[in-house]
């Protein structure tokens, strides 16, 4: 899709998310859809792209626990153990799914993006990494989580690529689960690992 695609859709899916989304969601959702374009601008992404992943990336967010188990195994949607524990988990992957067969949403890219937006995923693009930045470092999030300042500030520095970014978050919440005697998603460790690669090969 090229970028006014993106904006096109962009405009109308912000229409269906009003409807649909409480006000909270909603203003997270415009943050980090306005943080997401900012990020990858001047970074090789698509700023439309990352401002559409940006908007809808929680469009299942406002959904119960119970609601997300039912749509996931309607979507056939492999659930892991710790989604069954902390089934909120599961709002990307329905979201994806939602906007697919709901709302029409064709691009592939976006739809993996939203999917795998709580842990990220190796195929990610620029757009979608920027959306994945932005998410974590809305600036809510960083007002009631000190420790996610240096993030903020390293998403900041134009000469920092955002997947660096993004790995840095990983990193960050990887050695907090280990602090904390907590487990580790397998999809957050898959994302580290290809970031990691990756900042090799760039470094």
């Known amino acids: 899709m090229t970028g006014i695609e993106f904006h096109g859709e962009l405009i109308r899916l912000r229409s269906i998310l009003k409807e649909i989304l409480p006000e909270p969601v909603l ?31 929680d469009v299942a967010r406002h959904l119960t ?6 749509e996931a195994k309607r979507y056939g949607i492999l659930i892991h153990s710790m989604e069954t524990n902390h089934p909120v988990l599961l709002h990307g992957p329905v979201g994806a799914r939602h906007l697919k067969w709901k709302y029409s949403v064709a691009s592939k890219q976006a739809l993996d993006g939203v999917y795998y937006h709580t842990f990220g995923y190796p195929t990610y693009n620029d757009a979608c990494w920027a959306m994945f930045v932005a998410d974590k470092i809305d600036p809510e999030k960083v007002n009631r989580n000190r420790d996610l300042r240096p993030i903020a500030e390293m998403a900041a520095d134009r000469n920092i690529p955002v997947t660096d970014i993004a790995l840095a978050y990983i990193e960050f919440r990887v050695a907090e689960a280990d602090r904390e005697g907590l487990e580790v998603h397998p999809l957050l460790l898959a994302a580290r690992s290809f970031l990691s690669s990756k900042h090799v090969q760039l470094g």
């Open 65 to 70: 626990n119970s609601e997300w188990i039912n």
């Open 27 to 57: 203003a997270h959702s415009e943050r980090v859809s306005i943080l997401a374009g900012d990020l990858v601008t001047n970074r090789g992404g698509d700023p439309a792209e990352a401002k559409f992943i940006g908007l809808v990336h």
